[in-house]
């Protein structure tokens, strides 16, 4: 039996087929394929170089944040967008929630949440049929998930992988930091 702190599947929403999904707006950081982590800086109203990864590693998709929320980690809520091409930093896209990962980090000592949310932009064509993260290729949400706890190792930050859920669990998360989809 897995401990309780495990990845589960991913959870199916409740709603039904004729409900409406929950909407999005998500400005990119950085995008897909980059070694470069970009990150925005409210005061000065422009991107900053926020690390570099090691040789190899790059962004599996677009990576953005939420506008006007505030996530338990302090920063806006981060999101990870599903899109055909990638994006450029400031790039507003219009999303649909398919799911979250749900994660704790520890960094010197001390514990906090670092959930991240999971988006399909309403313009791609080749996900728009993801509704779910269980609608996403197994392989490819343990990948994501691999992408979170390694890119942070590099900087001594572990990360635990608590849960992987629904649309309804990331409107949830959305709805506690502040914004309402």
Known sequence: MK??????????????????????????????????KLKYD?????????????EGMVFPYDFGFVPATKAED??????????D???????????VLVGAIEMEQEEEGEKKRNDRLIAVAQASL???EIKD????NPTVLKQIE???V??????????????TSGPDKALEILRRSGRKA
């Open 42 to 54: 409210p005061a000065k109203r422009l991107y900053k170089l926020s690390k570099v990864m090691p």
């Open 74 to 83: 302090g920063d806006p809520l981060d999101v990870l967008v599903l899109t």
């Open 133 to 136: 993260l269980a609608h996403l």
């Open 3 to 36: 401990p309780a702190t495990k990845r589960s599947n991913a959870r199916r929403s409740k709603k039904g087929p004729d409900s409406k999904p929950a909407q999005v707006s998500v400005i990119i950081e950085t995008p897909r394929g980059s070694r470069n």
């Open 126 to 128: 080749l996900y728009s």
């Open 150 to 163: 390694n890119y942070q190792k590099v900087r001594d930050v572990r990360v635990s992988i608590l849960n």
């Open 146 to 148: 691999a992408f979170f």
């Open 85 to 95: 091409e990638p994006l450029f930093p400031g790039c507003l896209v219009d999303c």
